[in-house]
């Protein structure tokens, strides 16, 4: 199964068996999560459905695509275990809002998801907490970014702007001032070596996570 072919072939006769069973199948020629969720708010559409996964970028996109004028939509997790969740997503979707559940999409992607990675010791929690109540700081840059016309150099600017308020500087701080002095209080306090994960990222590297 190492080979491509050998993969290709399985899946076309998995496929095949799945159809003449009475199973709708869907191939994907890349990443599967948004056929998966657009298929599902599909199927909603005519019946209730419920998403069975593991990826919480499943339960994400989800929030973003579904709609509650659908009928009942669920996300699960497949694991066998009596702490197994279930989420009813029109209702969680109802409570969150369309606007959160929009900027949502942007706080995962951009604190770490398959595509890209996580920054050390900025939790998802956090930045959702601030998506929550409203920071006007995170709901602008939300907005910001998720629009279309942005130039590279725009949001290279936004990203920088965004990753000095995620590490707790004030907003006429620049990202390498706050690095120095983030640097310089680790220092003064370390009983080991300051690793350099701890600090925020550099401005490159945040231009290029942007």
């Not at 004030?170 to 690793?195: E, N, P, Y």
């Amino acid at each position: 199964m190492s080979r491509d072919i050998n993969k290709a072939a399985m899946i076309t006769l998995i496929s095949a068996a799945l159809i003449r069973k009475g199973c709708r199948v869907i191939q994907s020629p890349g990443d599967a999560d948004i056929d998966i969720v657009q298929a599902t708010v599909e199927r909603s559409r005519h019946c209730t459905t419920t998403l069975v996964g593991e990826d919480t970028d499943l339960l994400i996109l989800l929030f973003h695509y579904s709609s509650t004028d659908n009928e009942n939509t669920y996300f699960r997790s497949n694991k066998q275990s009596k702490e197994r969740r279930v989420y009813n997503i029109n209702l969680l979707k109802g409570t969150l809002g369309n606007d959160v559940c929009t900027k949502l999409l942007f706080v995962h992607a951009y604190t770490g998801c398959d595509s890209t990675s996580r920054f050390f010791e900025i939790g998802k929690k956090a930045v959702f907490q601030k998506l929550l109540k409203s920071d006007p700081v995170m709901m602008a840059f939300a907005s910001t970014f998720i629009l279309g016309n942005n130039s590279s150099e725009d949001i290279s600017d936004l990203g920088k702007d965004l990753m000095v308020n995620l590490f707790g500087g004030k907003s006429d701080t620049t990202l390498s001032s706050l690095r120095h002095v983030i640097f310089t209080k680790k220092v003064a306090t370390a009983k080991a070596f300051v690793t350099p994960e701890r600090l925020p990222p550099t401005s490159p590297a945040t231009s290029f996570h942007s």
